[in-house]
């Protein structure tokens, strides 16, 4: 006998058990190759949260999973799978480096930097909206064009980068280095500033902006007479119709929305930490952040979780292939790819353990009653 799970076991408990049998399966591939697991649990949550310079490592590399994350749940709200985060980040990060190279003569940043943002929004948005399209007007399938546009974004990439934008000098395809204006501040500087001493790390105002769009798209889609018809869409397409909705018109603004927050990548990355435009920036981060909005059950307040999760992960497991060489940044990868795949494509592996409880506590809930 089963029973349906309420929706805080379903938020919570599942994707808890998820991580814990992914982190059983990786101690044993780490047990199997010879070392000690514990120490290698250990120094990872040292590695990400040990002190403040890891802690902003992994508070950096968390908001573009939350970004990602965010993208990939506006879609799915809307029974849409974009998987082109990927490519739509690398444009928001074309699109806020050629906004900061063409204003950061003026050194305004309240100027630049605003621009390079909405630049950065606009691009992501406009390489969404043609997947999106071709999915409205002509049937095409928004999982094959948005893997395609992936592939089609780093050609375009290179090919810009290597013959248009390629700084003087540069044996490297890198743009020249952007003013001080075109520079997101550190937090580590502002806190610093007001009397809070933390180390320096990459962690950036882009942070505030990963905040900011957590609560807009709930908000948005929970909250809104559009959000109704997004999640209707999703759930039964055809009754959304029967009530009104305009099944092109949401695919278009639900897709725009997801390019526009995985854009926002290429305004950590660029605006935030390398500070001029290049290659690769957001290797990892689209694909990264499907796991992510899985696991977080296409909830903001999930995602965030997935995502700090995410970063602990990738800044502990770049310190713990330091601190214990036997374990490779490989093995770092594969204990990465452990946890997407218990979250992700096993996600329902462990509800049955929790639904024969929950079976057996409601049907002794009524012998209770006098």
Request: hydrophobic fraction near 60%; include cysteine.
């Amino acid at each position: 006998m089963r029973a349906k799970l309420p929706r805080w076991a379903d938020l919570v408990l599942i994707p808890l058990a998820n991580v814990a049998l992914a982190f059983v399966a990786a101690g044993l591939v780490v047990l199997a190759i010879g070392a000690d697991p514990f120490a290698a649990v250990k120094a990872m949550l040292a590695g990400a949260l040990g002190d403040s310079e890891a802690i902003g490592y992994t508070l950096y590399y968390a908001t573009n999973y939350i970004f990602t994350g965010l993208a990939v749940a506006i879609a799915f709200h809307a029974g849409l799978f974009n998987i082109g985060g990927e490519g739509q980040a690398s444009l928001g990060g074309l699109g806020a480096g050629l906004a900061a190279l063409a204003l950061d003569h003026t050194g305004l940043g309240l100027i630049v930097l605003p621009a390079a943002i909405l630049s950065a929004a606009l691009f992501g948005a406009a390489w969404a909206a043609v997947p999106a399209a071709l999915q409205a007007w002509r049937g095409s399938h928004i999982v094959i064009t948005t893997i395609m546009f992936n592939f089609l974004a780093s050609a375009l990439m290179v090919y810009l980068m290597v013959n248009v934008l390629i700084g003087p000098d540069n044996m490297s395809p890198e743009s020249r280095d952007f003013g001080a204006a075109a520079s997101l501040p550190l937090i580590s500087d502002w806190l610093n500033a007001i009397g809070i001493p933390v180390l320096q790390s990459p962690l950036n105002l882009s942070l505030l902006l990963a905040a900011a769009a957590c609560v807009g798209v709930w908000v948005l889609v929970w909250h809104t007479p559009f959000g109704q018809e997004l999640r209707m869409m999703g759930f039964n397409p055809a009754a959304a119709v029967y009530a009104g909705a305009n099944p092109r018109r949401i695919t278009m603004i639900a897709m725009a929305l997801s390019g526009a927050l995985a854009g926002m990548v290429g305004v950590n990355e660029i605006l935030g930490v390398h500070h001029r435009l290049l290659l690769d920036f957001a290797e990892g981060y689209g694909f990264g952040g499907i796991a992510v909005a899985l696991m977080g059950r296409n909830h903001p307040v999930g995602i965030v979780l997935a995502a700090l999760l995410f970063g602990v992960l990738q800044q502990g497991g770049t310190e713990l292939s330091f601190a214990m060489p036997q374990i490779t940044r490989e093995m770092v990868i594969a204990i990465q790819g452990l946890v997407i795949l218990f979250s992700g494509a096993l996600t329902n592996m462990s509800r049955p353990w929790f639904e024969w409880p929950f079976a057996r506590f409601v049907a002794r809930a009524p012998e209770s009653l006098p």
